[in-house]
């Protein structure tokens, strides 16, 4: 049988739509993994940030403990030795991004970055429903999550803040602490807590100064 000119030009379209179609599927499929990639790494910092959260509160319990009265914390007092300067000013992430740690207590208190009225923060809201009764964070601990390792110890590329306010309650056995960490590819996540004195001891025997009553990560 001849094979016309026409029959190898018909043959030629159908193969480079074969080789369009299966190139498109292969973009497809690579832009695909790539999306799963980006989103597991995600999913690893927020993991890794709340973990982060949660070493700056552990760390910090015993120091706040030893406090005989906590309103010295909810007047701004700041840990001894949990700190990298002073309270305010930028500070420089392991991949070169920065925060100001006053714009961190800001967008706790009232979700902006400036100064908060006191209407903002008496301000009621799905975050902060207690109206006059809401939390005035103030800093209390700050620095790189390795400087709160031993020393010559790695640690991980994370800022970790803590900040403390009075429970809605007002109780002089409660207060409220809101952990947060900043790391690499703007990853943030923040815990909130509940913390009252305890009376309790470990299996050591040794005193729990403080007891988490409760715990939720900020979203």
């Known amino acids: 049988m001849k094979t016309t000119a026409s029959d190898r030009g018909a043959a030629l379209v159908l193969a480079l739509v074969a080789v369009a179609l299966l190139s498109a599927v292969g973009v497809a499929m690579l832009f695909t993994s790539s999306s799963e990639v ?6 690893h910092d ?4 709340i973990y982060a959260a949660d070493a700056i509160v552990a760390r910090a319990l015993d120091e706040i403990g030893a406090f005989a009265d906590w309103s010295a914390l909810l007047a701004g007092a700041r840990s001894p030795t949990l700190v990298d300067g002073p309270p305010s000013g930028t500070r420089t992430l392991a991949d070169g991004s920065t925060i100001d740690l006053q ?3 800001n967008m706790a208190n009232c979700q902006k970055t400036t100064a908060c009225t006191v209407a903002e923060l008496d301000a009621v809201n799905e975050r902060r429903p207690w109206g006059a009764r809401n939390p005035r964070w103030q800093l209390y601990a700050y620095g ?7 020393p010559g110890a790695a640690g991980p590329p994370w800022y970790v803040v803590l900040l403390v306010a009075d429970d809605p309650l ?3 056995t409660m207060i409220v602490l809101r952990a947060e ?3 690499p590819r703007n990853a943030h996540a923040a815990v909130e807590l509940l913390a009252g004195r305890s009376g309790h001891t470990d299996y050591n025997e040794g005193p729990v100064p403080v007891n988490i009553l409760s715990w939720r990560e900020v979203r």
Request: aromatic residues 8%; without cysteine.
């Open 38 to 43: 980006l989103i597991a790494g995600a999913f």
């Open 46 to 49: 927020q993991r890794e940030g």
């Open 103 to 105: 714009r961190v207590v």
């Open 144 to 150: 790189t999550l390795g400087s709160l390792l031993p």
């Open 170 to 172: 007002m109780s002089d």
């Open 181 to 183: 960490a900043f790391g």
